[in-house]
């Protein structure tokens, strides 16, 4: 298995511009889960998937992002519209229920 | 809230030194604890996981054990190298959630 997939891996835009990261997770767990890492916060969750249904979002900072699953072998986090602020590092990870999770290489955003 | 932390927050040694990286909990009723390793710009591997029934596990020149009742996990890392220089993070899930709670890490380094 390839494990989790992310792209894009790298990202700039500039504040004001629509961010989508993508994710694809690994076949057959039903577990998805994006999070955060900044050097002020650490990694943090922002919404969990299970069995394509978002069953918690309190992560999320604010109306400006939003994450969808439209099928188990995909996933989206958009960002509209970014801020500065929003600069990290996010992260997919899927996983069995309650088993390990399997982490992507991770979307580096940057927002000028 | 579920807070982990993480002593030391650096740690230097020269290589064939055998070291631990401590993790302490806030709230004992954790489903599983896991450690990680993320090298610089790369995601995270899992290293190993302890289910809330066990007292350890080990992979190779690795063991982490786990006090659920002290709050506390400690990753033994045997015979160092410089190829173990990375951070290792330490994340619990706790009975109520699914989610990863990370600590901060420890940044490692082994010298030759």
């Known amino acids: 298995d390839a494990g989790v997939i992310q792209s894009p891996r790298h990202e700039v835009t500039e504040m004001g511009q629509e961010v989508t990261l993508r994710c694809k997770p690994i076949?057959?767990?039903?577990?998805l889960f994006w999070y955060r890492q900044t050097m002020m916060r650490g990694l943090e969750l922002l919404i969990y998937?299970?069995?394509?249904?978002?069953?918690?979002d309190s992560g999320m900072p604010e109306d400006r992002f939003s994450a969808k699953m439209p099928n188990a072998s995909f996933s989206t986090l958009k960002i509209q519209p970014s801020e500065p602020r929003d600069s990290a590092v996010y992260f997919c990870?899927?996983?069995?229920?309650?088993?390990?999770?399997?982490f992507g290489p991770g979307t580096r955003l940057t927002v000028l | 809230k579920q807070e982990v932390t993480q002593i030391p927050a650096a740690l230097s040694v020269p290589e064939g030194e055998n070291l631990v990286l401590n993790c302490s909990f806030t709230?004992?009723?954790?489903?599983?604890l896991q450690w990680f390793r993320q090298d610089p710009g790369k995601g995270l591997t899992s290293l190993l996981l302890?289910?809330?029934?066990?007292r350890e596990q080990t992979s190779g020149r690795l063991n982490a054990s786990l006090d659920k009742s002290s709050g506390r996990s400690t990753l033994y890392i045997a015979a160092s190298q410089p190829g173990d220089s990375a951070t290792y993070l330490c994340a619990v899930v706790t009975n109520s959630g699914y989610a990863l709670n990370f600590g901060k890490g420890t940044s490692l380094l082994v010298t030759p």
């Open positions: 709230d004992s009723a954790i489903y599983n």
């Open positions: 302890i289910q809330s029934s066990q």
């Open positions: 990870a899927s996983s069995p229920m309650g088993d390990t999770q399997y």
């Open positions: 076949s057959g767990h039903n577990s």
């Open positions: 998937f299970n069995n394509n249904v978002p069953i918690d």
